[in-house]
């Protein structure tokens, strides 16, 4: 059972910094690119940023210079830095990685249950 667990989320003032991590737990082999979405109210899950097994990044227009995501391969983990914060930040924040779980041919992309930002004005 491959489960990804969410933690960082929060109440955080307008221009303040909030730190995402996600661990990937479980009977894992290798996990390739890793990502973050969110899904604020009334809107429909946007990709937010994701990182490839090498470190190659990418990020939604309205997040470039303020986030930064990152991964640490050997706790099987990726971190999202959001910087200067701003209101339409709020949502929730779902983590997802492409893996191969360990006895498995194959590759298939596991979601976590989200964690909650919001962002006062």
């Known amino acids: 059972q491959v489960q990804l667990v969410e933690s960082g989320g929060g109440l955080v003032q307008a221009g303040g910094s909030l730190r995402l991590s996600c661990a990937a737990s479980g009977s894992i082999f290798s996990i390739n690119v890793m990502g973050w979405h969110r899904q604020a109210p009334g809107n429909e899950r946007e990709l937010v940023a994701s990182?490839?097994?090498?470190?190659?990044?990418n990020y939604a227009d309205s997040v470039k210079g303020r986030f930064t995501i990152s991964r640490d391969n050997t706790k099987n983990t990726v971190y999202l830095q959001m910087n200067r914060l701003k209101p339409e930040d709020t949502a929730v924040y779902y983590c997802n990685a492409d893996l191969r779980r360990s006895g498995s041919y194959y590759w298939d992309d596991y979601w976590g249950q989200g964690t909650q930002v919001t962002v006062s004005s």
């Open positions: 990182i490839t097994g090498g470190g190659g990044t």
